[in-house]
Every structure is written in structure tokens, then in C-alpha cells.
């Protein structure tokens, strides 16, 4: 019986024994198929291929400041009092044209005694000269002293000083006389008239905004990447949204608000540094043609720049920057292999980036799904117009 007892435990042991191993090699076979499975699993994912394209680089500015080179106030340069004007807001005006005469009572007064005081020193004057050649021709027949001859040319010599400083005086006169009529300062239109008929105003007081529209200037200060397309001369589109148009000089003539976005032609006038010269950054200056009288000197917001040219280049879609300095995409290799890869880029269209190196012609590029992608995973890579 005991051997029979010894037999039964032995069997209950080996069958223990054999279900223990059966469960390691069945959860071993378990782990490595799930291995072998995940290691299988390929992502679905949206590619773009790197592409030749014609690109017109836009740029988006929070703000833009246009100004005029021709723009100055015309100002009171003696005191006085405004006795008319001579032209009304938005009057097209020259420069030196008269705005509006001033009337300072002093003046003429002034001038009437710098006149009168001429008149007295002329005549001291001319009895001076007589004396003085009487003089002279005495001490030629020696029929007179040194001393007397001396003193009259002294005398002569003074009158003549001091005509000289009462005409000066007088020309001052006239010439704040002429300050009563105030001249335009520049070329332009008349833009804003700070002061009524009849205001008395003081010597340094502006009196009206006189300015030339018809060409507006903005600068903007771009990487060199974005400025290696650009020439002086080059011109672009510079669009203006609608709610950001508005007119602070209040011009009839403008044309105002055309209801949508502004799209206004301006052209490259200058890039400091030169693009001879190497250099990080650089200040382009672009002038517009403001002749339909659109646009005044403020500053403007949400302006979007586009060139007025493309240019081919390799491209991809913006949608494939991984990151905000725009320098990092995914790339995927002929085995859908995921690959992060570094590029450097350029100017964008704002829908297709140029590269500049880090991808060739053909390469294709993770577009979207970039969550929790990472180097070494495997894609499907589903690109437009085919699948990979």
C-alpha cells in the first residue's frame, strides 16, 4: 500500500510540476508575441513630400507705421493776431504759398520811426561826406591841419556806421512785416487748421498741418533669410484690414474705406546693411504709391506683406514644423521609419515653408499626428494623391 501511496504523489507532483512549466512557457510565449506584435504595429500617419515650388513669401506684422518724408506745420513767427485765412482744410498748396495773413499793430509803428531814423542819419550822413571832402581838398592845397582833416573823416567814417545800422534796423522791421503773412512750409494739402480768424497767437505757435500723402514710408527689421529674395526696386502687396482703416485728418479728397481688405502696391527702396554685406538682420524701407489718397501717416494693425514676385524653391507644408522656431520635422525613410530631423528654413507663404537644407527634393515629412511620435516608429504614411 505504501507503494502505491509514494506512486500517487510522485504523479501529483510531476503533474505540478508539468502545469508550472506549461504556465511560464505559456506567458513567455504570451510576452514575446505581444513583443513581436507591437514591434509589428505600424502608425498611420499624413505625410507631404518635400517639393519644388513657386513661393511668394508672406509676412504677418502686428504692426506698421506709415510716415511722410513731406510733412511739417506751418508756424507763427512773430505775435499777432489772424486777420484771415486764405485757404480751407484739404486746400492743395505750394511751398511758400501764403495760408494766412497775422496782424501785429507794432509793426508798422516800428517801421515808421525805423524809416524816419534813416532819413536823420542820410542827412548827418551828407553833411558828414561835405565836410569830409572839404577836408580833403584843403589838405591837398595844405590849407588845413592834420587834425582837423582826421576828425572829419572820423565823423564821415561814424555817418556811415550808423546809416548803415538804422537801415539794418529798418530791414528787420520789414521783415517781421513780412512774417504777418504765414507761408506754407511744404508741398502738400492742407490738413488740419489749428486756429480760428480773430485768435491772437505768439511767435512759435503752429497754425496748420500742411503735408504731401502721395508717398508713404514704412521699414521693418526681417532675418537675413527672409530678405536673400528681396532687391530695391522689388515691389509687393501690403493688405490692410478693413476694420483698420480709418482717417485721422479727416481728408475729403482720401478715398477711405473700400469696405474690404486694402491691398496697396509698395516697392523696395532700401535694405540696410546692403545684401553685399554679411549680416544677421536687416531694415527693408518700402515705399508706397499713396496718390488715391487710401492711406494717411499712422500706425496701422494686423498688416499682412506678400511679394510681388515667387520664386522657386524646395518647400514643405507648414503643417510639418514640430516646433515654434520652425527648425525640426519628422521625417519618414523608405523602410516608414520614423526619423526627427533638423532643417533650417526661410521665408513662408504662410500655408508651404521654404527649406533651405536638412530635406531633399522627394523626402517625405510627417504632416500630422505628431503626439507622441518619437525616432525609430514605424508609419504608414498617407500622402495626397497616393499612398506610400
Given at each position: 500500500m505504501?507503494?502505491?501511496?509514494?506512486?500517487?504523489?510522485?504523479?501529483?507532483?510531476?503533474?505540478?510540476?508539468?502545469?508550472?512549466?506549461?504556465?511560464?512557457?505559456?506567458?513567455?510565449?504570451?510576452?514575446?508575441?505581444?513583443?513581436?506584435?507591437?514591434?509589428?504595429?505600424?502608425?498611420?500617419?499624413?505625410?507631404?513630400?518635400?517639393?519644388?515650388?513657386?513661393?511668394?513669401?508672406?509676412?504677418?506684422?502686428?504692426?506698421?507705421?506709415?510716415?511722410?518724408?513731406?510733412?511739417?506745420?506751418?508756424?507763427?513767427?512773430?505775435?499777432?493776431?489772424?486777420i484771415?485765412?486764405?485757404?480751407?482744410?484739404?486746400?492743395?498748396?505750394?511751398?511758400?504759398?501764403?495760408?494766412?495773413?497775422?496782424?501785429?499793430?507794432?509793426?508798422?509803428?516800428?517801421?515808421?520811426?525805423?524809416?524816419?531814423?534813416?532819413?536823420?542819419?542820410?542827412?548827418?550822413?551828407?553833411?558828414?561826406?561835405?565836410?569830409?571832402?572839404?577836408?580833403?581838398?584843403?589838405?591837398?592845397?595844405?590849407?588845413?591841419?592834420?587834425?582837423?582833416?582826421?576828425?572829419?573823416?572820423?565823423?564821415?567814417?561814424?555817418?556811415?556806421?550808423?546809416?548803415?545800422?538804422?537801415?539794418?534796423?529798418?530791414?528787420?522791421?520789414?521783415?517781421?512785416?513780412?512774417?504777418?503773412?504765414?507761408?506754407?512750409?511744404?508741398?502738400?494739402?492742407?490738413?488740419?487748421?489749428?486756429?480760428?480768424?480773430?485768435s491772437?497767437?505768439?511767435?512759435?505757435?503752429?497754425?496748420?498741418?500742411?503735408?504731401?500723402?502721395?508717398?508713404?514710408?514704412f521699414?521693418?527689421?526681417?532675418?537675413?533669410?527672409?530678405?536673400?529674395?528681396?532687391?530695391?526696386?522689388a515691389?509687393?502687396?501690403?493688405t490692410?484690414?478693413?476694420?483698420?482703416?480709418?482717417?485721422?485728418?479727416?481728408?475729403?479728397?482720401?478715398?477711405?474705406?473700400?469696405?474690404?481688405?486694402?491691398?496697396?502696391?509698395?516697392?523696395?527702396?532700401e535694405?540696410?546693411?546692403p545684401l553685399?554685406?554679411?549680416a544677421?538682420?536687416?531694415?527693408?524701407?518700402?515705399?508706397?504709391?499713396?496718390?488715391?489718397?487710401?492711406?494717411?501717416?499712422?500706425?496701422?494693425?494686423?498688416?499682412?506683406?506678400?511679394?510681388?514676385?515667387?520664386?522657386d524653391c524646395?518647400?514643405?507644408?507648414?503643417?510639418?514644423?514640430?516646433?515654434?522656431?520652425?527648425?525640426?520635422?519628422?521625417?519618414?525613410?523608405?523602410?516608414?521609419?520614423?526619423?526627427?530631423?533638423?532643417?533650417?528654413?526661410?521665408?513662408?507663404?504662410?500655408?508651404?515653408?521654404?527649406i533651405?537644407?536638412?530635406?531633399?527634393?522627394?523626402?517625405?515629412?510627417?504632416?500630422?499626428?505628431?503626439?507622441?511620435?518619437?525616432?525609430?516608429?514605424?508609419?504608414?504614411?498617407?500622402?495626397?494623391?497616393?499612398?506610400?
Amino acid at each position: 500500500m505504501k507503494r502505491y501511496f509514494f506512486i500517487g504523489i510522485g504523479v501529483i507532483l510531476a503533474l505540478s510540476m508539468a502545469l508550472v512549466a506549461y504556465g511560464t512557457w505559456l506567458n513567455v510565449s504570451d510576452e514575446k508575441q505581444i513583443a513581436r506584435r507591437m514591434d509589428e504595429r505600424a502608425l498611420s500617419l499624413s505625410g507631404a513630400r518635400a517639393e519644388k515650388r513657386a513661393l511668394r513669401p508672406k509676412a504677418e506684422m502686428d504692426a506698421v507705421r506709415l510716415y511722410s518724408e513731406n510733412m511739417a506745420d506751418a508756424v507763427a513767427l512773430i505775435d499777432g493776431r489772424i486777420i484771415e485765412w486764405y485757404v480751407t482744410k484739404n486746400s492743395a498748396v505750394r511751398q511758400g504759398d501764403v495760408l494766412l495773413r497775422l496782424e501785429n499793430d507794432q509793426i508798422d509803428l516800428k517801421i515808421q520811426q525805423a524809416t524816419a531814423n534813416v532819413r536823420r542819419t542820410e542827412a548827418s550822413l551828407a553833411q558828414a561826406s561835405s565836410a569830409f571832402h572839404r577836408q580833403e581838398r584843403l589838405m591837398a592845397k595844405e590849407a588845413t591841419s592834420k587834425e582837423k582833416y582826421e576828425a572829419a573823416a572820423a565823423q564821415y567814417a561814424a555817418a556811415q556806421e550808423a546809416l548803415a545800422e538804422a537801415e539794418a534796423q529798418r530791414e528787420q522791421f520789414v521783415v517781421q512785416e513780412a512774417r504777418q503773412r504765414v507761408v506754407s512750409p511744404v508741398d502738400g494739402n492742407v490738413l488740419l487748421i489749428y486756429q480760428r480768424v480773430g485768435s491772437y497767437v505768439q511767435g512759435g505757435t503752429p497754425l496748420a498741418l500742411v503735408g504731401d500723402f502721395d508717398r508713404l514710408l514704412f521699414s521693418v527689421t526681417l532675418e537675413d533669410k527672409h530678405t536673400r529674395h528681396l532687391s530695391v526696386g522689388a515691389t509687393l502687396t501690403v493688405t490692410f484690414p478693413e476694420q483698420a482703416m480709418r482717417k485721422a485728418y479727416d481728408t475729403e479728397y482720401a478715398a477711405g474705406n473700400q469696405g474690404s481688405a486694402e491691398n496697396i502696391v509698395a516697392t523696395v527702396k532700401e535694405i540696410t546693411p546692403p545684401l553685399t554685406e554679411p549680416a544677421g538682420m536687416r531694415r527693408v524701407l518700402y515705399e508706397i504709391d499713396n496718390r488715391a489718397r487710401v492711406l494717411e501717416p499712422l500706425t496701422y494693425n494686423n498688416v499682412s506683406v506678400r511679394a510681388g514676385r515667387p520664386y522657386d524653391c524646395l518647400a514643405v507644408p507648414m503643417t510639418a514644423m514640430t516646433d515654434a522656431a520652425k527648425n525640426e520635422v519628422f521625417a519618414v525613410d523608405g523602410e516608414g521609419i520614423i526619423h526627427r530631423r533638423d532643417v533650417e528654413t526661410g521665408a513662408d507663404d504662410g500655408e508651404y515653408i521654404e527649406i533651405i537644407s536638412g530635406l531633399s527634393e522627394g523626402d517625405i515629412v510627417v504632416v500630422q499626428g505628431f503626439e507622441g511620435l518619437a525616432d525609430g516608429a514605424k508609419a504608414n504614411v498617407s500622402i495626397e494623391g497616393g499612398e506610400r
